[in-house]
């Protein structure tokens, strides 16, 4: 088609991708490995890297050179650190539950039909959800039927699919079903780092949404979740750029590793991070459900390709930009890691990304309190170094406890002086006693009374991350940018509650969209309108 000098032709949408990829992938590729600059990236991180190991053996070394003096520093570095983790937990317990009763304002649904006085029903903004697949082909079913569920005008709707090029079984396994008309597949070329990240970032070049989703392989979100993300975007104002649903496993009973999984999102989500959003604190987004205004997402370059918790780094710099996010009460069920090795390995890649983006971040420190302000600074500084010393401390916790029960002293009590005894031993047990209130607390709201019977394990539990925790530190300066995969599909109940699929997909056969969402979109434009 010729119109004036220029060529035109008009191709189908994956044809035209399949296109764009073979002229631009490789350049594509390249700019997700470095979307983020050096200055915000934790790949710029080397050279403070090596600082930090330098500045760790030289506080070795004089600890041990100073004896009693250095242990009597380190446990008052412990002392300060917990104390204010535990302090800044209990404002966020209080101030969530001043919100004791969600905002009804907080999940906001669009009409389908005009409302009274309206000509039209406002417009559902185009959402691109991105599913990323590394070695997950049994998924690939469970995933389109989940979001084949999702209660939301297919027109509005497009799935992306994004694997890597050299996965051959997710390709080959896609590649043998007849995808509904809603989805499409995205190869990543080869590269390094080979990460979620990465991945994320060289797919949303071929996003046409105005808001951006993520959803793993094992999730499965209520099928009102998109209706309720567009309408909090239309309610809020522009200064929120991004809202996060809520997390919770739907094989949370499969043993004890997975019911205090549960208690601990239970905390994190049911209550933490709406305390933190009342507080005015930044949020640390979690890897799925979790979607963004694009123009957001683009304004701070994206995903950070070489950091292994980047959507906490991502919360970080939203909010640097002075970008808010809304926690709204929208779930989507994963499966939880019900295996006490991966369960370490992935808490180990959780705590190394916390610390690698503290490090990232504080490498500027007058910057980060201008652009945060005090209390997003204090906050920040807390929550990060506060969840992986929180950890890391769990063995002086027990030592402690059992030195105490059994010779009726502690190990510290030739160092301390009286006064510091009961402040310390506040400080450990205090922060223990009120997060198993918290999960208590978590559990009665979500009326899953069955839990609080394992809420006096969660210390146990808890002993194991400090075996991550210390794993992350050591990871830190050997592999800080491995990215530990977590393998899904491994629960046993994972097909318990799955139910049949709406509509099952075979080869030659497209699932057909509901008559509601075939009338055709208005010709306004923008996100909502």
């Known amino acids: 088609l010729m119109i004036g000098e220029g060529l035109f032709a008009v191709a189908e949408t994956r044809a035209f991708e399949a296109a764009f990829a073979a002229c631009y992938g490789p350049r594509l590729a390249r700019r997700a490995e470095r979307a983020v600059p050096a200055a915000e990236s934790v790949r710029g991180l080397w050279l403070l890297r090596g600082r930090a190991a330098l500045l760790l053996t030289l506080a070795v070394t004089l600890a041990i050179a100073a004896g009693d003096a250095g242990l ?26 001043f919100s004791a009763k969600p905002d009804p304002r907080a999940n906001p649904i669009l009409p389908d039909a005009p409302r009274k006085g309206q000509a039209e029903a406002p417009l559902w903004p185009r959402i691109s959800l991105l599913v990323p697949l ?17 209660d939301y005008p297919r027109d509005r709707l497009e799935v992306k699919l994004v694997v890597e090029m050299g996965d051959a079984a997710t390709r080959g396994a896609i ?12 190869a990543v070329p080869d590269g390094q780092p080979r990460t979620k990240p990465r991945a994320l970032n060289y797919a949303l070049a071929f996003c046409r949404g105005e808001v951006i989703g993520i959803l793993d392989a094992e999730d499965r979100p209520e099928p009102g979740q998109l209706r309720a993300v567009a309408g909090a975007f239309r309610a809020l104002p522009e200064s929120f750029g991004a809202v996060q649903c809520q997390l919770s496993y739907f094989n949370a009973r499969e043993n004890w590793i997975t019911r205090c999984f549960q208690l601990e999102y239970g905390i994190w989500f049911g209550v933490l991070l709406r305390g933190f959003e009342r507080l005015g604190l930044p949020i640390p987004l979690g890897g799925t459900s979790v979607y963004f205004r694009r123009e957001a997402l683009e304004e701070v370059g994206g995903w950070d390709a070489h950091n292994v918790t980047e959507d906490a780094d991502l919360g970080m710099r939203l909010y640097r930009r002075g970008l808010r996010t809304r926690v709204l009460t929208a779930t989507t069920e994963e499966e939880a890691n019900c295996r006490l090795l991966p369960w370490v390995r992935q808490r180990s890649r959780w705590l190394k990304g916390y610390l690698l983006t503290w490090l990232s971040h504080v490498r500027r420190p007058v910057s980060l309190w201008r652009e945060m302000g005090p209390v997003g600074f204090l906050g920040f500084n807390v929550l990060f170094l506060g969840a992986a010393c929180s950890y890391l401390a769990m063995p002086l916790f027990w ?114 969209p509901e008559a509601r969402f075939t009338s055709p979109p208005s010709p306004r434009r923008g996100i909502f309108g």
């Not at 983790?85 to 966020?92: E, N």
């Not at 590394?134 to 999702?150: H, K, N, Q, T, Y």
């Not at 995808?179 to 597949?185: E, I």
């Open 72 to 97: 009597l520093a380190l446990l008052g570095a412990v002392f300060l650190v917990t104390t204010l983790t535990g302090l800044l937990r209990f404002a966020a317990l209080g101030a969530a539950l």
């Open 134 to 150: 590394f070695r997950e082909a049994e998924m690939v079913p469970r995933i389109l039927s989940a979001i084949d569920r999702l």
């Open 175 to 186: 590649a043998g079903m007849a995808l509904p008309d809603w989805a499409g597949v995205i």
């Open 399 to 512: 030592i402690s406890l059992l030195g105490w029960m059994v010779t009726g002293q502690t190990p510290w009590d030739r160092l301390l002086p009286d006064w510091a005894f009961w402040p310390l031993t506040l400080s450990l047990a205090g922060g223990q006693a009120l997060m198993l209130g918290t999960a208590a607390l978590a559990m009665w709201r979500r009326r899953a009374l069955d839990l609080l019977l394992f809420v006096p394990l969660l210390p146990v539990y808890w002993t194991l991350g400090a075996l991550a925790a210390w794993k992350a530190v050591l990871e830190l300066f050997v592999a800080p940018y491995y990215w530990d995969k977590t393998r899904h599909g491994v629960s046993r109940m994972m097909g318990s509650s799955d139910g049949p699929p709406r509509r099952i997909l075979r080869m030659g056969q497209a699932p057909v």
